[in-house]
């Protein structure tokens, strides 16, 4: 199993620019979710998703737009890039959607925003 | 949004050290995860705790749930150079949301 694989690793954008952060995982896992990493910020949930079909809004959704067509995919969208999306994206995946399972994270997309 | 107060921020220690960690929040949580990030990686499980008063190891590291629900602890024993990191709290009520803390970056001087 490649477990949580995130494209790209890097990334830089104009203010404005579109772009999509791929995320995938191949554990049949239910429930994807996709967190921002800023320094002395913690981990902050972006939107999150319990299944195909289903996603919601977790702490900080402004900005980004997700779907879930499909188990394995659940890409994040930033419309119009601001600097303020500058930092590191984590994808994370976990079976079921309970707090008692283990969460597994990708290793991040660095998105620069000019 | 919330987050949990972890504490310290930072630390520097010598090789052969002991360390301790914390990570407190205002709301009761049923669920405290202890993660490890290494630079240019993602956060990695080390420890998982489901009821208060828990303690669990895995190998050098200890971690405890709290009593009231509202803090844990972890302990390293014996550091060595490739503890070297970041290591983030997390704690969940039960829904799908995990609250993360702003993490501990340690530094072993060898």
């Known amino acids: 199993n490649a477990g949580v694989t995130q494209t790209p690793k890097f990334q830089v954008l104009k203010t404005g620019q579109s772009m999509t952060l791929q995320c995938a995982q191949d554990?049949?896992?239910?429930?994807m979710s996709w967190y921002r990493q800023d320094p002395g910020m913690g981990l902050r949930l972006i939107h999150y998703?319990?299944?195909?079909?289903?996603?919601d809004q977790g702490e900080v959704p402004n900005g980004y737009n997700v779907s879930r067509s499909t188990t394995e995919d659940f890409p994040l969208r930033l419309l119009s890039a601001a600097p303020s999306q500058t930092s590191v994206y984590f994808c994370?995946?976990?079976?079921?959607?309970?707090?008692?399972?283990?969460?597994?994270f990708g290793p991040g997309t660095r998105l620069t925003v000019l | 949004g919330q987050q949990l107060n972890q504490s310290p921020q930072s630390m520097f220690i010598q090789e052969g050290e002991d360390v301790s960690m914390n990570c407190t929040s205002s709301?009761?949580?049923?669920?405290w995860l202890w993660y490890k990030q290494d630079p240019g990686e993602g956060p990695v499980l080390l420890i998982a705790?489901?009821?208060?008063?828990e303690l669990t190891s895995n190998g050098r590291l200890t971690a405890q749930f709290g009593i009231t629900r509202k803090d844990s602890f972890l302990n390293i024993s014996a550091s060595i150079p490739s503890d070297v990191g970041i290591y983030f709290c997390?704690?969940?009520?039960?829904?799908?949301?995990?609250?993360f803390g702003t993490g501990t970056r340690l530094k072993v001087l060898a």
């Open positions: 997390a704690g969940t009520s039960g829904t799908y949301k995990y609250i």
């Open positions: 994370a995946s976990r079976r079921g959607t309970s707090g008692y399972n283990e969460q597994f």
């Open positions: 554990m049949n896992h239910e429930y």
């Open positions: 709301s009761i949580f049923n669920t």
């Open positions: 998703s319990v299944g195909a079909g289903i996603t």
């Open positions: 705790l489901y009821k208060a008063g």
